[in-house]
């Protein structure tokens, strides 16, 4: 996965050289040029007319080279503009065609439109060749000047061929004031358009960082609960070995003796195996994730936007509410993501299981070197005579009556052992109809860091 992210991040940053994300090749470099020349054509309709009454100034202008730096980033500058110069052309003849005739059709009126775009092409390709590696300054630049020349040039041809009179002092002002204006409005689009995707790229990293670290949190609270199955492993490979020394020596059948001992074998067989899963898992979650320490409240973030995408995606009227007052370094974040992941997940399924709707609450105070977190819902409670049981592995309070499945109460045994083994606190829960609290109390010296980094607690195992 190392290697896959890696990937992922060359990717990222080719696609930000120059200070412009690329989208990718989606379809033909053909079908993109005319879809640019297209979208042209069509805005180029919304106008009005300067110097001439065959002049235009159009809005068009401005989205052709934001066109030609993001859909047109793949595409050859000056062939994606020859493409628009000939579809607004034909564009233009067809729409005099329909409101003149044909008889009022006159084509060769159209050809200095078409100059523009051909001329516009030309001096972008000149002065910006390789739009990879290029900056938003050089991008307005170029705007200015295509749009300037360009509008020059068509000016002149009109001029030349038709013969229409223009004051060039006046002229020279408007050309230039319409080529800062809407390359300044060029320079502006670019600028949102790169802010956007910017924050398209956090948003998908932070997405990442969250589904990355619920993985390691998965797997971090399965290899706490391996551990302690590997003990109980250990016993039980203990007293198959004395089971067997104790027949030898009560010289009972050989057949007992040596299948007391293969089941000692067995079972040592079983735990190699085991310890070698649990070894490649803690590999990989040292190498995915190497987030010394985090801070509380960010983790509260990440149980937040989880939490909040769960009842989405169930489509529950869930509401969950944070009220947490401090904010601490924390070493044992994957241990206390698991705690509180849990308790959330039980109080969501609580409710999912009664009325659909309800309201989940996850608060924390300190009181005298102890955090106290609280995770209460307003759910169908649990009834009295099943409170001391909820802890028990294997025991649930939760049965689908549709399917049959039986939650087994993993999670809750999970998170006592978690509390009371791994952080030295306690747990404890008290239920009525309508209101659900688990309580959990940890020593401060077991989670939390100074600010100047100084750890408060021992390293654990």
């Given at each position: 996965?190392?290697?896959?992210?890696?990937?992922?991040?060359?990717?990222?940053?080719?696609?930000?050289?120059?200070?412009?994300?690329?989208?990718?090749?989606?379809?033909?470099?053909?079908?993109?040029?005319?879809?640019?020349?297209?979208?042209?054509?069509?805005?180029?309709?919304?106008?009005?007319?300067?110097?001439?009454?065959?002049?235009?100034?159009?809005?068009?202008?401005?989205?052709?080279?934001?066109?030609?730096?993001?859909?047109?980033?793949?595409?050859?500058?000056?062939?994606?503009?020859?493409?628009?110069?000939?579809?607004?052309?034909?564009?233009?003849?067809?729409?005099?065609?329909?409101?003149?005739?044909?008889?009022?059709?006159?084509?060769?009126?159209?050809?200095?439109?078409?100059?523009?775009?051909?001329?516009?092409?030309?001096?972008?390709?000149?002065?910006?060749?390789?739009?990879?590696?290029?900056?938003?300054?050089?991008?307005?630049?170029?705007a200015f000047f295509c749009d300037l020349?360009?509008?020059?040039?068509?000016?002149?041809?009109?001029?030349?061929?038709?013969?229409?009179?223009?004051?060039?002092?006046?002229?020279?002002?408007?050309?230039?004031?319409?080529?800062?204006?809407?390359?300044?409005?060029?320079?502006?689009?670019?600028?949102?358009?790169?802010?956007?995707?910017?924050?398209?790229?956090?948003?998908?990293?932070?997405?990442?960082?969250?589904?990355?670290?619920?993985?390691?949190?998965?797997?971090?609270?399965?290899?706490?609960?391996?551990?302690?199955?590997?003990?109980?492993?250990?016993?039980?490979?203990?007293?198959?070995?004395?089971?067997?020394?104790?027949?030898?020596?009560?010289?009972?059948?050989?057949?007992?003796?040596?299948?007391?001992?293969?089941?000692?074998?067995?079972?040592?067989?079983?735990?190699?195996?085991?310890?070698?899963?649990?070894?490649?898992?803690?590999?990989?979650?040292?190498?995915?994730?190497?987030?010394?320490?985090?801070?509380?409240?960010?983790?509260?973030?990440?149980?937040?936007?989880?939490?909040?995408?769960?009842?989405?995606?169930?489509?529950?009227?869930?509401?969950?509410?944070?009220?947490?007052?401090?904010?601490?370094?924390?070493?044992?974040?994957?241990?206390?993501?698991?705690?509180?992941?849990?308790?959330?997940?039980?109080?969501?399924?609580?409710?999912?299981?009664?009325?659909?709707?309800?309201?989940?609450?996850?608060?924390?105070?300190?009181?005298?070197?102890?955090?106290?977190?609280?995770?209460?819902?307003?759910?169908?409670?649990?009834?009295?005579?099943?409170?001391?049981?909820?802890?028990?592995?294997?025991?649930?309070?939760?049965?689908?009556?549709?399917?049959?499945?039986?939650?087994?109460?993993?999670?809750?045994?999970?998170?006592?052992?978690?509390?009371?083994?791994?952080?030295?606190?306690?747990?404890?829960?008290?239920?009525e109809p309508g209101n659900t609290c688990?309580?959990?109390?940890?020593?401060?010296?077991?989670?939390?860091?100074?600010?100047?980094?100084?750890?408060?607690?021992?390293?654990?195992?």
């Open positions: 996965m190392q290697g896959e992210r890696k990937v992922r991040e060359t990717e990222r940053s080719e696609q930000m050289d120059g200070g412009f994300l690329r989208r990718p090749l989606e379809f033909h470099p053909v079908r993109r040029s005319a879809l640019i020349g297209a979208t042209v054509a069509l805005l180029s309709q919304f106008y009005f007319n300067v110097l001439s009454s065959d002049f235009r100034i159009s809005i068009a202008v401005v989205l052709l080279p934001v066109l030609l730096m993001t859909m047109g980033a793949q595409i050859h500058s000056l062939s994606a503009c020859g493409f628009t110069a000939l579809i607004v052309f034909l564009f233009r003849v067809l729409v005099s065609l329909l409101l003149h005739g044909p008889a009022g059709v006159k084509v060769y009126q159209q050809l200095p439109g078409a100059l523009f775009y051909l001329c516009y092409g030309l001096l972008f390709k000149l002065q910006i060749p390789n739009k990879r590696f290029t900056s938003l300054p050089r991008v307005f630049a170029a020349l360009a509008n020059a040039a068509e000016l002149l041809f009109r001029a030349y061929f038709f013969g229409a009179a223009i004051n060039s002092e006046n002229a020279s002002l408007v050309l230039f004031l319409v080529a800062l204006l809407r390359s300044a409005l060029v320079l502006l689009i670019l600028v949102m358009d790169r802010q956007y995707r910017e924050l398209q790229v956090r948003h998908e990293q932070e997405s990442r960082y969250q589904r990355l670290f619920l993985m390691i949190t998965g797997l971090k609270s399965e290899l706490y609960l391996m551990r302690k199955n590997s003990e109980e492993i250990e016993r039980v490979m203990g007293n198959a070995y004395r089971l067997s020394e104790e027949l030898r020596a009560q010289e009972l059948p050989d057949e007992m003796q040596r299948r007391a001992l293969d089941i000692a074998r067995d079972v040592h067989e079983i735990k190699k195996d085991y310890l070698r899963i649990m070894r490649g898992l803690e590999e990989t979650a040292a190498n995915e994730y190497d987030e010394d320490h985090i801070r509380f409240r960010d983790l509260m973030e990440i149980l937040d936007a989880t939490s909040n995408s769960v009842l989405r995606e169930k489509k529950l009227d869930i509401r969950l509410i944070f009220d947490c007052r401090d904010d601490f370094l924390t070493r044992e974040h994957y241990a206390l993501m698991t705690v509180l992941k849990n308790l959330v997940g039980n109080a969501i399924e609580a409710i999912e299981g009664d009325r659909r709707r309800g309201v989940i609450m996850v608060s924390e105070r300190k009181y005298d070197g102890t955090y106290e977190f609280k995770v209460s819902d307003n759910g169908p409670g649990i009834l009295p005579r099943k409170l001391g049981k909820i802890f028990r592995l294997g025991y649930s309070t939760k049965f689908d009556e549709r399917t049959g499945n039986i939650y087994r109460g993993v999670g809750l045994a999970g998170v006592k052992n978690m509390v009371e083994d791994h952080f030295g606190g306690s747990i404890e829960v008290q239920s688990f309580t959990v109390r940890i020593p401060v010296g077991a989670i939390a860091y100074t600010d100047e980094g100084r750890a408060v607690h021992g390293e654990r195992t």
